[in-house]
Protein backbone atom coordinates (compact mmCIF):
# COMPACT_ATOMS: atom_id res chain seq x y z
CA UNK A 1 0.00 0.00 0.00
CA UNK A 2 1.16 3.26 -0.42
CA UNK A 3 2.52 5.23 2.43
CA UNK A 4 3.19 8.48 2.56
CA UNK A 5 6.74 9.64 4.37
CA UNK A 6 7.00 8.85 8.10
CA UNK A 7 7.46 12.34 8.98
CA UNK A 8 4.44 13.17 7.60
CA UNK A 9 2.34 10.76 8.43
CA UNK A 10 3.67 11.72 12.32
CA UNK A 11 2.24 15.61 12.10
CA UNK A 12 -1.03 16.50 13.33
CA UNK A 13 -3.64 17.79 11.17
CA UNK A 14 -4.16 21.60 11.05
CA UNK A 15 -7.82 22.94 11.03
CA UNK A 16 -8.21 26.39 11.55
CA UNK A 17 -11.46 26.96 11.91
CA UNK A 18 -12.43 28.83 8.96
CA UNK A 19 -15.79 27.13 8.33
CA UNK A 20 -18.74 29.70 8.42
CA UNK A 21 -16.89 32.80 9.87
CA UNK A 22 -20.26 35.30 9.39
CA UNK A 23 -19.98 38.16 11.46
CA UNK A 24 -17.25 41.14 12.69
CA UNK A 25 -14.24 38.66 11.70
CA UNK A 26 -11.98 39.31 14.64
CA UNK A 27 -9.93 35.67 14.51
CA UNK A 28 -7.42 35.44 12.33
CA UNK A 29 -5.46 38.55 12.57
CA UNK A 30 -6.86 39.90 8.56
CA UNK A 31 -7.60 43.61 7.76
CA UNK A 32 -11.37 44.03 8.68
CA UNK A 33 -12.41 46.70 5.95
CA UNK A 34 -10.41 45.33 2.49
CA UNK A 35 -7.87 46.28 0.54
CA UNK A 36 -7.33 49.72 -1.56
CA UNK A 37 -10.30 50.78 -3.35
CA UNK A 38 -7.32 50.78 -6.19
CA UNK A 39 -6.56 47.09 -6.39
CA UNK A 40 -10.49 46.40 -6.24
CA UNK A 41 -10.34 48.70 -9.55
CA UNK A 42 -7.54 46.91 -10.97
CA UNK A 43 -9.27 43.90 -10.19
CA UNK A 44 -12.32 44.71 -12.63
CA UNK A 45 -9.87 45.55 -15.10
CA UNK A 46 -8.30 42.15 -15.77
CA UNK A 47 -8.55 40.63 -18.97
CA UNK A 48 -8.61 37.44 -20.33
CA UNK A 49 -4.88 37.62 -21.84
CA UNK A 50 -3.24 37.68 -18.33
CA UNK A 51 -4.87 35.10 -17.17
CA UNK A 52 -4.61 32.60 -20.38
CA UNK A 53 -1.02 32.51 -19.43
CA UNK A 54 1.42 31.83 -17.02
CA UNK A 55 2.58 35.01 -14.74
CA UNK A 56 5.37 36.43 -15.12
CA UNK A 57 6.81 37.57 -11.37
CA UNK A 58 9.94 38.97 -12.20
CA UNK A 59 8.88 43.13 -12.88
CA UNK A 60 6.35 42.78 -10.01
CA UNK A 61 9.27 41.45 -8.16
CA UNK A 62 11.44 44.72 -8.67
CA UNK A 63 9.03 47.03 -7.81
CA UNK A 64 8.56 44.82 -4.51
CA UNK A 65 12.19 45.36 -3.97
CA UNK A 66 12.96 49.17 -4.90
CA UNK A 67 9.90 50.06 -2.44
CA UNK A 68 11.60 47.89 0.67
CA UNK A 69 15.36 48.82 -0.54
CA UNK A 70 16.68 45.62 -0.93
CA UNK A 71 18.35 44.37 -4.22
CA UNK A 72 16.09 41.88 -6.78
CA UNK A 73 18.30 39.16 -6.59
CA UNK A 74 17.46 38.40 -2.90
CA UNK A 75 13.64 38.76 -3.01
CA UNK A 76 10.92 36.22 -4.17
CA UNK A 77 7.36 36.62 -4.12
CA UNK A 78 5.77 33.48 -2.50
CA UNK A 79 2.51 32.72 -1.91
CA UNK A 80 2.19 33.91 1.01
CA UNK A 81 4.33 33.95 4.02
CA UNK A 82 3.33 30.55 4.58
CA UNK A 83 4.94 29.55 1.14
CA UNK A 84 8.01 31.34 2.35
CA UNK A 85 8.40 29.41 5.46
CA UNK A 86 7.64 26.13 3.03
CA UNK A 87 10.65 26.68 0.42
CA UNK A 88 12.83 27.83 3.51
CA UNK A 89 12.37 24.26 5.09
CA UNK A 90 12.50 22.70 1.69
CA UNK A 91 15.79 24.47 1.18
CA UNK A 92 17.56 23.84 4.32
CA UNK A 93 16.50 21.09 6.13
CA UNK A 94 17.17 17.65 6.22
CA UNK A 95 16.18 14.48 8.69
CA UNK A 96 18.74 14.98 11.89
CA UNK A 97 18.89 18.66 11.78
CA UNK A 98 17.27 20.74 14.55
CA UNK A 99 14.68 23.06 14.40
CA UNK A 100 14.35 25.74 17.25
CA UNK A 101 11.12 27.66 18.24
CA UNK A 102 10.08 28.95 20.91
CA UNK A 103 6.14 28.75 21.91
CA UNK A 104 3.78 29.56 21.41
CA UNK A 105 4.36 30.92 18.05
CA UNK A 106 2.54 30.03 14.66
CA UNK A 107 2.04 26.89 13.63
CA UNK A 108 3.40 26.78 10.57
CA UNK A 109 6.80 26.95 11.75
CA UNK A 110 6.64 23.20 13.18
CA UNK A 111 4.41 21.69 10.55
CA UNK A 112 6.52 22.47 7.35
CA UNK A 113 10.30 22.02 9.83
CA UNK A 114 8.64 18.42 10.82
CA UNK A 115 7.55 17.39 7.13
CA UNK A 116 11.12 17.38 5.96
CA UNK A 117 12.07 14.54 9.03
CA UNK A 118 14.13 17.67 10.75
CA UNK A 119 13.69 17.32 14.45
CA UNK A 120 11.28 20.70 16.07
CA UNK A 121 12.92 21.70 19.43
CA UNK A 122 10.11 23.79 21.21
CA UNK A 123 11.70 26.10 23.79
CA UNK A 124 9.16 28.14 26.34
CA UNK A 125 8.75 31.48 26.27
CA UNK A 126 10.28 33.47 29.32
CA UNK A 127 8.18 35.55 31.70
CA UNK A 128 4.56 37.31 30.13
CA UNK A 129 5.86 36.04 26.72
CA UNK A 130 9.00 37.52 26.45
CA UNK A 131 11.88 35.73 24.09
CA UNK A 132 14.23 33.64 25.78
CA UNK A 133 17.04 34.38 23.78
CA UNK A 134 19.70 33.10 26.48
CA UNK A 135 17.52 29.99 26.37
CA UNK A 136 17.77 29.86 22.25
CA UNK A 137 21.86 30.31 22.35
CA UNK A 138 21.95 27.88 24.72
CA UNK A 139 19.84 25.13 22.43
CA UNK A 140 22.11 26.15 18.97
CA UNK A 141 24.16 23.23 18.40
CA UNK A 142 26.22 21.88 15.05
CA UNK A 143 22.53 20.50 13.83
CA UNK A 144 20.75 23.53 14.23
CA UNK A 145 19.61 24.65 10.71
CA UNK A 146 16.71 26.95 11.01
CA UNK A 147 15.14 29.17 13.98
CA UNK A 148 12.44 30.68 13.28
CA UNK A 149 11.43 33.28 15.14
CA UNK A 150 8.05 35.81 14.42
CA UNK A 151 8.48 39.23 15.40
CA UNK A 152 5.99 40.49 16.26
CA UNK A 153 5.34 37.00 17.66
CA UNK A 154 1.50 35.33 16.99
CA UNK A 155 -0.16 34.81 19.47
CA UNK A 156 1.39 36.82 21.52
CA UNK A 157 1.99 40.08 20.11
CA UNK A 158 5.72 39.93 22.06
CA UNK A 159 8.25 41.21 19.83
CA UNK A 160 12.51 40.67 20.28
CA UNK A 161 14.65 43.13 20.47
CA UNK A 162 17.38 44.28 17.66
CA UNK A 163 20.12 43.21 20.14
CA UNK A 164 18.98 39.38 20.77
CA UNK A 165 18.27 39.20 17.27
CA UNK A 166 21.95 39.87 16.09
CA UNK A 167 23.01 37.23 19.26
CA UNK A 168 21.30 34.65 17.48
CA UNK A 169 22.45 35.71 14.24
CA UNK A 170 26.22 35.64 15.12
CA UNK A 171 25.59 32.53 16.83
CA UNK A 172 23.99 30.72 14.37
CA UNK A 173 26.11 31.47 11.43
CA UNK A 174 25.23 27.80 9.93
CA UNK A 175 21.55 27.92 10.01
CA UNK A 176 19.34 30.28 8.38
CA UNK A 177 17.54 32.63 11.00
CA UNK A 178 13.79 33.56 9.22
CA UNK A 179 12.92 36.79 11.11
CA UNK A 180 8.82 36.75 9.73
CA UNK A 181 7.83 40.19 9.88
CA UNK A 182 4.17 38.94 8.69
CA UNK A 183 2.73 42.53 11.12
CA UNK A 184 5.84 44.42 10.35
CA UNK A 185 3.09 47.39 9.26
CA UNK A 186 1.67 47.59 13.21
CA UNK A 187 5.19 47.76 14.50
CA UNK A 188 7.41 49.41 12.22
CA UNK A 189 10.68 47.32 13.15
CA UNK A 190 12.45 45.54 10.35
CA UNK A 191 15.27 43.42 9.88
CA UNK A 192 15.73 44.00 6.43
CA UNK A 193 18.42 46.14 6.43
CA UNK A 194 20.87 43.49 8.08
CA UNK A 195 20.65 41.30 5.36
CA UNK A 196 23.51 42.59 3.91
CA UNK A 197 25.98 41.75 7.30
CA UNK A 198 24.09 38.92 7.63
CA UNK A 199 23.82 35.81 4.93
CA UNK A 200 22.13 33.36 6.99
CA UNK A 201 19.15 35.99 7.60
CA UNK A 202 15.83 35.43 6.03
CA UNK A 203 12.87 38.25 6.39
CA UNK A 204 9.51 37.64 5.25
CA UNK A 205 6.49 39.95 4.74
CA UNK A 206 3.23 39.31 3.65
CA UNK A 207 0.56 41.47 2.21
CA UNK A 208 -2.20 39.26 4.14
CA UNK A 209 -2.68 41.63 7.12
CA UNK A 210 -2.36 45.46 6.68
CA UNK A 211 -3.04 45.68 3.44
CA UNK A 212 -5.95 43.54 3.17
CA UNK A 213 -5.22 40.67 0.37
CA UNK A 214 -5.26 37.52 2.54
CA UNK A 215 -7.26 35.87 -0.45
CA UNK A 216 -4.95 36.82 -3.05
CA UNK A 217 -1.75 35.07 -1.14
CA UNK A 218 0.88 37.44 -1.58
CA UNK A 219 4.09 37.13 0.93
CA UNK A 220 7.56 38.28 0.46
CA UNK A 221 10.98 36.46 1.32
CA UNK A 222 14.12 38.14 1.30
CA UNK A 223 17.87 37.34 2.02
CA UNK A 224 21.23 37.13 1.03
CA UNK A 225 20.95 37.18 -3.43
CA UNK A 226 23.37 33.85 -2.85
CA UNK A 227 20.95 31.95 -0.40
CA UNK A 228 17.93 33.47 -2.61
CA UNK A 229 19.59 31.44 -5.63
CA UNK A 230 18.85 28.56 -3.81
CA UNK A 231 15.62 29.17 -2.69
CA UNK A 232 14.43 30.04 -6.25
CA UNK A 233 15.39 26.35 -7.41
CA UNK A 234 13.01 24.84 -4.95
CA UNK A 235 10.31 27.36 -5.85
CA UNK A 236 7.62 27.28 -8.61
CA UNK A 237 8.26 30.03 -11.12
CA UNK A 238 4.60 29.96 -11.07
CA UNK A 239 3.68 30.48 -7.36
CA UNK A 240 2.18 33.39 -7.30
CA UNK A 241 -0.83 34.07 -9.45
CA UNK A 242 -1.41 36.58 -12.27
CA UNK A 243 -4.41 38.15 -10.73
CA UNK A 244 -2.27 39.19 -7.22
CA UNK A 245 0.37 40.12 -9.60
CA UNK A 246 -1.75 42.45 -11.26
CA UNK A 247 -3.12 43.64 -7.76
CA UNK A 248 -0.08 44.07 -6.02
CA UNK A 249 1.72 47.59 -7.49
CA UNK A 250 -1.27 49.20 -7.06
CA UNK A 251 -1.64 47.88 -3.63
CA UNK A 252 2.12 49.50 -3.37
CA UNK A 253 1.41 52.46 -4.86
CA UNK A 254 -1.85 53.29 -2.04
CA UNK A 255 0.50 53.65 0.93
CA UNK A 256 -2.25 56.54 2.05
CA UNK A 257 -4.33 53.78 2.30
CA UNK A 258 -2.10 51.40 4.36
CA UNK A 259 -1.31 54.10 6.44
CA UNK A 260 -4.38 54.84 7.68
CA UNK A 261 -5.51 51.78 8.41
CA UNK A 262 -2.27 51.00 10.35
CA UNK A 263 -2.71 54.28 12.07
CA UNK A 264 -6.54 53.36 13.06
CA UNK A 265 -5.31 49.83 14.28
CA UNK A 266 -2.90 51.16 16.41
CA UNK A 267 -5.52 53.48 18.02
CA UNK A 268 -7.72 50.46 18.57
CA UNK A 269 -5.32 48.78 19.92
CA UNK A 270 -4.10 51.13 22.90
CA UNK A 271 -8.14 51.53 23.28
CA UNK A 272 -8.60 47.66 23.20
CA UNK A 273 -5.80 47.37 25.72
CA UNK A 274 -6.60 50.20 28.26
CA UNK A 275 -10.49 48.78 28.09
CA UNK A 276 -9.09 44.80 28.94
CA UNK A 277 -7.10 46.51 31.97
CA UNK A 278 -10.19 48.42 33.21
CA UNK A 279 -12.03 44.91 33.06
CA UNK A 280 -9.65 43.61 34.84
CA UNK A 281 -8.93 41.04 32.52
CA UNK A 282 -5.08 39.82 31.92
CA UNK A 283 -3.68 40.70 28.73
CA UNK A 284 -0.19 40.74 27.09
CA UNK A 285 0.55 44.60 25.44
CA UNK A 286 1.21 44.10 21.54
CA UNK A 287 2.61 45.29 19.02
CA UNK A 288 0.60 43.71 16.14
CA UNK A 289 -3.20 43.81 15.29
CA UNK A 290 -4.18 41.39 18.01
CA UNK A 291 -4.25 41.36 21.93
CA UNK A 292 -3.90 38.08 23.67
CA UNK A 293 -6.36 37.82 26.02
CA UNK A 294 -6.29 35.67 29.65
CA UNK A 295 -9.95 34.91 30.12
CA UNK A 296 -9.35 31.75 32.35
CA UNK A 297 -12.00 29.21 33.21
CA UNK A 298 -14.62 31.06 31.78
CA UNK A 299 -13.49 31.52 28.51
CA UNK A 300 -15.52 28.81 26.30
CA UNK A 301 -18.92 30.60 27.71
CA UNK A 302 -16.78 33.98 26.60
CA UNK A 303 -16.15 32.39 23.36
CA UNK A 304 -19.95 32.05 23.44
CA UNK A 305 -21.08 34.89 24.44
CA UNK A 306 -18.74 36.90 21.76
CA UNK A 307 -19.88 34.72 18.84
CA UNK A 308 -23.58 35.18 19.89
CA UNK A 309 -22.83 38.95 19.55
CA UNK A 310 -22.05 38.15 16.17
CA UNK A 311 -17.90 38.67 16.86
CA UNK A 312 -15.73 35.93 16.23
CA UNK A 313 -12.41 35.93 18.30
CA UNK A 314 -9.87 33.14 18.39
CA UNK A 315 -9.69 30.15 21.09
CA UNK A 316 -5.86 30.14 21.69
CA UNK A 317 -6.23 27.66 25.24
CA UNK A 318 -4.72 24.75 23.69
CA UNK A 319 -1.58 26.73 22.71
CA UNK A 320 1.55 26.08 24.88
CA UNK A 321 1.30 28.08 28.07
CA UNK A 322 -2.01 29.85 26.88
CA UNK A 323 -4.48 28.56 28.82
CA UNK A 324 -7.59 30.22 28.96
CA UNK A 325 -6.60 32.54 26.07
CA UNK A 326 -8.23 34.17 23.45
CA UNK A 327 -6.77 35.90 20.44
CA UNK A 328 -8.35 39.28 19.68
CA UNK A 329 -7.49 41.56 16.23
CA UNK A 330 -7.95 44.65 15.91
CA UNK A 331 -10.01 46.62 13.06
CA UNK A 332 -11.71 49.85 12.39
CA UNK A 333 -12.40 51.97 14.93
CA UNK A 334 -16.00 51.38 14.79
CA UNK A 335 -15.33 48.19 15.42
CA UNK A 336 -13.54 48.27 18.10
CA UNK A 337 -15.83 50.65 19.65
CA UNK A 338 -18.97 47.66 18.84
CA UNK A 339 -16.26 45.04 20.10
CA UNK A 340 -15.73 46.98 23.50
CA UNK A 341 -19.63 47.07 24.22
CA UNK A 342 -19.94 43.20 23.54
CA UNK A 343 -16.40 42.69 25.49
CA UNK A 344 -18.35 44.88 28.57
CA UNK A 345 -21.53 42.76 28.41
CA UNK A 346 -19.48 39.76 28.06
CA UNK A 347 -17.55 40.02 30.97
CA UNK A 348 -20.54 41.08 33.30
CA UNK A 349 -22.21 37.81 31.91
CA UNK A 350 -19.32 35.26 33.04
CA UNK A 351 -18.10 37.12 35.98
CA UNK A 352 -19.56 36.05 39.02
CA UNK A 353 -18.60 39.45 41.08
CA UNK A 354 -20.17 41.24 37.44
CA UNK A 355 -17.74 44.36 36.19
CA UNK A 356 -15.83 47.14 38.71
CA UNK A 357 -17.46 50.43 38.22
C1 LIG B 1 3.45 35.03 12.18
C2 LIG B 1 2.69 34.72 10.94
N1 LIG B 1 3.37 34.40 9.82
C3 LIG B 1 2.74 34.13 8.68
C4 LIG B 1 1.36 34.13 8.59
C5 LIG B 1 0.70 33.75 7.30
O1 LIG B 1 0.86 34.79 6.38
P1 LIG B 1 0.38 34.61 4.89
O2 LIG B 1 -1.07 34.92 4.83
O3 LIG B 1 1.21 35.61 4.15
O4 LIG B 1 0.68 33.21 4.47
C6 LIG B 1 0.61 34.44 9.70
C7 LIG B 1 -0.86 34.43 9.63
O5 LIG B 1 -1.59 34.41 10.56
C8 LIG B 1 1.29 34.74 10.91
O6 LIG B 1 0.61 35.01 12.03
Redesign the pocket.
Known sequence: MLEARAAVRRLKEYHPPLGGRVGLRLD??ENTVGCSPRVLERLRQVQFEPLARYPERESVERQVAAHLGVEPAGLLLTN???EAIHLICETYLEPGNEVLIVEPT?S?YEIYAAATGAQVITIPAGPEFSYPTDSVLAHISPRTRLIAI?NPN?PTGAVVPRSDLLRILRAAADAAVLV?E??FDFYGETSLAEIERFPNLFAAR?F?KAYGL?GL?I?VLAGGAEQMAMVRRVSSPYNVNAVALACLPEALADQEYVRAYVAEVRQGRERLEQELGSLKLHFWPSQANFVLVGIGEGHEAFLGGMRKRGILVRDRSRDPGCDGCVRISVGSNEQTERLIVALREVVRAISPMGVPA
Do not use: K, L
Request: a negative charge; charged letters at 20%.
Open positions: FNGVDFMANDAYTSARG
